[in-house]
């Protein structure tokens, strides 16, 4: 496929024994980041049937864009299993980085988890196997969740 | 893999001898047959990653059932001296004493299966999977705080269980050491509306009969007492509660020791100084997870009990045999080269598997030894064994704990259709109520590896002997 092909797709899954590895795409690292998020949310339920009926916001800091990645994920988890909260859609998402501090901010659409089909518990993120592969214009982000 | 030397010792155990920077060598437990499994991934790698870590005693050990994981393979055990060595997350899993539980009843398989269906319905609404279909339960902060402080004696207090359900428990369902105050707010909110639910992936719920017993006498201790007797197996954990702490305590461990994150070849095999505070603090929040997860399993026997009762009637009784976790750390005191050291052996997706006379294990057990329970993959057979004292020569007193997977969940769900599966296992008179198909085709028995192998090596090696094969009725599975 490529990287145009790529981007339609938002992300893929690869195989990996026990577990989920997927790749995000997007033209910079704030569109991987939230197509990573929905792969994320892919795992555990259908996103495109998800209504973007309820509004979360998140700040989230970290010292380096891969703890910035895998704490933006957490957060993800965290709002599925303390809210019963799926994301829908992203309304916004901010990102900045100065030497040793990445700052995200985002506005997070989506609905009651109790109103869909739950394929899966997504239970951590883990570093293993995690990449951001920025080319010109291409931001790859590949993550393995433990399920 | 190709650079790893493997010596055959045995039909059922292997090593790889102590070299470069080992400080132990590595002892796998394996018949041929597995041995090929294992060396299509990196499990290993990752049992000789682990023999380097500081403080290891004897060996590296590899069960059975091992396959890569997150640093640490799944199916190994690591002894760390308390003093001079480490505690590693990664070692224990994120899933904190995920574990199984077997209750037996005064019902035989032809008074179940032609309630099958209604039986499994009502467990479905009993003992949800938690995200999506709630738990029945939601704990205020105190209560959470007293859950993981002393576990299901908690709930036996508010008439849900029993004594007997707390003596027949692992460790009487609580690890002293549990500290809730160093538990993050984060892991309690994940885990506030959990109690009495069992997750996702290969956790399941199975009503089951007595196919074969191999011990007739150890199994009539274990209240196994003819085939065809009904039985339930129960498989879960600590939920979002127990998998916040680990991510928590990771995360803790790599930003105080950046210095050994540097040194390792993997970052999932952070570890505190055994004798450092984050040690400390991590193996407190360790046990108030554990206890969380007993507490859950706890809940989910008297919901099972609860269900039986409506359908079959109040004459149905069902006793809990055992409760084993099979992603911890304990305290133990173990004989190495001839001395007695105390460790934390890390079993991380390993059962313990004392034998007779063994002050850990209820009275009940002590001319037997404690039980173990192996899952099998859905629709195949599980195992009752015992444990030995030849396991606390040669594993630390541990043997395997499932099937370990072959295949990833991105394949299986190519592979199998979760819809033909059912139907096959339903052909098989075995009935799957599940949250969702792909629930069913991920957890597809070819994705996983041989059972029946894994108990075999098991009991030739001595380390967890054979009392009884058990084969699905109806599962029920998030």
């Not at chain 2, 682990?50 to 199916?75: E, R, T, W």
């Not at chain 2, 902060?141 to 007293?146: I, P, V, W, Y």
């Amino acid at each position: 496929m490529d990287k145009k092909e790529l981007l339609e797709k938002r992300f893929e899954f690869f195989d990996h024994t026990a577990d989920a590895l997927f790749r995000a795409y997007g033209r910079d690292l704030i569109e991987a980041f939230s197509n990573a998020a929905f792969a994320l949310s892919a795992i555990m339920t259908d996103i495109e049937l998800v209504s973007p009926n309820r509004k979360r916001r998140l700040v989230v800091e970290s010292k380096n864009e891969e703890s910035l990645l895998y704490d933006f994920l957490e957060e993800i988890i965290y709002l599925i299993d303390a809210e019963n909260f799926f994301l829908s859609k992203i309304a916004e998402l901010k990102i900045s980085c100065q030497a040793f501090k990445c700052r995200l901010e985002a506005e997070l659409l989506g609905d009651d988890a109790s109103n869909y089909t739950v394929y899966a518990i997504v239970k951590a993120i883990t570093y293993n196997e995690m990449l951001i592969i920025k080319e010109p214009g291409f931001v790859t982000v590949q993550v393995v969740p433990d399920l | 893999m190709s650079d790893i030397i493997t010596k055959k010792i045995n039909d059922f155990s292997y090593l790889v001898e102590k070299s470069k920077d080992m400080n132990v060598p590595v002892k796998i437990f394996a018949s041929k047959e597995l041995m090929k499994d294992m060396e299509k991934d990196r499990c290993i790698e990752q049992g000789i990653n682990v023999s380097k870590l500081p403080g290891i005693k004897g060996f590296s050990l590899m069960m059975p059932d091992a396959h890569q994981g997150y640093g640490f393979s799944i199916g190994g055990v690591a002894a760390m001296d308390c003093e001079t060595g480490c505690i590693s997350p990664g070692g224990i899993g994120f899933d904190i004493n995920c574990g199984v539980r077997l209750l037996t009843s005064n019902l035989e398989k032809n008074d179940v299966y032609p309630k099958i269906i209604e039986l499994l319905n009502e467990l479905y609404n009993n003992v949800p999977p938690g995200v999506g279909k709630k738990s029945l339960f939601k704990l205020t902060d105190d209560e959470l705080d007293e859950v993981m402080k002393r576990g299901p004696a908690w709930t036996v207090e508010r008439k849900l269980g029993t004594n007997k359900d707390l003596e027949n428990c692992e460790s009487n369902g609580y690890l002293k050491g549990a500290k809730p105050e160093k538990v993050s707010q984060k892991a309690k909110n994940r885990g506030r509306s959990q109690l009495g639910t069992l997750g996702s992936g290969n956790h399941f719920l199975e009503i089951q009969y007595v196919d074969k017993i191999f011990d007739s006498g150890i199994a009539k201790a274990f209240g196994i007492k003819n085939e065809g007797q009904v039985v339930v197996l129960i498989h879960c954990g600590s939920r979002g509660l127990g998998h916040q702490v680990c991510s928590d305590y990771l995360r803790a461990m790599e930003d105080e020791f950046p210095e050994i994150v540097k040194e390792l070849p993997e970052k999932n095999l952070i570890y505190a100084p055994a004798k450092s505070k984050l040690a400390k603090d991590y193996f407190a929040a360790m046990c108030a997870a554990a206890n969380f997860a007993w507490t859950n399993r706890h809940i989910i026997g008297h919901q099972t009990r609860l269900s039986f009762k409506k359908i079959f009637g109040k004459g149905v009784k069902l006793n809990t045999v055992y409760d084993v976790a099979h992603n911890i750390a304990k305290k133990e005191i173990h004989e190495v080269d001839g001395e007695n050291v105390n460790v934390y052996v890390h079993r991380k997706g390993a059962t313990r598997a004392f034998g007779p006379n063994n002050p850990e294990i209820p009275k009940k057990y002590q001319k037997t030894g404690q039980p173990i329970f192996i899952p099998g993959s859905m629709g195949t057979s599980s195992y009752v064994l015992v444990g030995t004292q030849h396991a606390m020569k040669e594993s630390f007193g541990s043997t395997a704990h499932g099937a370990g997977r072959l295949m990833s969940r991105h394949r299986a769900n190519l592979e199998f259709k979760g819809q033909t599966l059912k139907d096959q296992l339903e052909k098989n008179k075995i009935y799957v109520k599940a949250a969702s198909m792909r629930g069913i085709s991920e957890e597809a028995p070819n994705a996983y590896k041989d059972v029946d192998e894994v108990v075999k090596v098991s009991h030739d090696a001595g380390i967890g002997k054979l009392v009884a094969r058990l084969k699905p009725i109806g599962v029920i599975k998030g």
